[in-house]
């Protein structure tokens, strides 16, 4: 099936009975030799749900539950996935192993809107605040080893290229901070009249990454900026949006729609 040059197939149909909040690949999945599919979902009644799928005959689900509020945003640990971290409006960030176990839980200050792993350090967590703070712990001692402020923000991503840099959406604002320099933002422009919702760094370019606007219009904004360029390198709309990802080795992002998905291909 192609459309409008991209192609892909359907390889399964997960059947997920709640609405999806969020959703995270582990790096264990794979398609070559063995395929092998591992994904985690949060939904709508609170609880993680990790799918696991040779796409042939073995398909598991594993039900999550300790959160007492909704869940905002997951994530593997990236080197081998043996852990997920979620954070919540329950004003906590949990960790998980795949058994289904809650291995740590980190008190916030309020609502937890994104969480973040260091890409080689498994011990190194960032977890963004709606209050404004974003904070680095340590998962051995579970205590907060670096803090990072702005105003109340709704999205932020750690640069997996260049983890000195960490980027946010707040009110219409993108942020950027290098986190050896300062506890504030090193930049800020206005991106979104209608008040930016995500923030993703690309994994392709260490200056490249896309912000959204907020849902609930009929088409929502998608904007995709690069450090060196004083204006936006690509502008799009996706009806309905939600969510925003980006291929792992490719400038090529996506967001999801009214039941499709939308791609953008940017250049380097």
Known sequence: MEVEGVEFNVLRAFHHELRVDALAWSPESRLDG?????????????????LTSDLQDRHEVKVMQGHSSYINHLVFEPTEGKQIASVSDDHTCRVWDLDGNETSVLRLRSPGVSVCWHPEEVFKLMVAEKKGTIRFYDLVTQEA????????????????????KVGAVAGNDWLIWDITRSSYPQEKRPAHKDKA??????????????TTGCPGKINSQVIIHHLGHPQPVMMGSAP???GLSWHRTLPLCV?????KLCFWMTEM
């Open 34 to 50: 063995i395929p092998n599919i591992r994904l985690c979902t949060a939904a709508a009644d609170r609880k993680l749900r990790l």
């Open 145 to 164: 080893i670096l803090s990072l402020d702005c105003s109340p923000l709704m999205s932020a991503d750690w640069c997996l290229t260049n983890t000195i």
């Open 197 to 210: 919702r995500l923030f993703k760094w690309s994994r392709a370019n260490e200056n490249l990454f896309a």
């Open 240 to 242: 309905v949006g939600s």
């Open 255 to 259: 967001v999801g729609g009214d039941r």
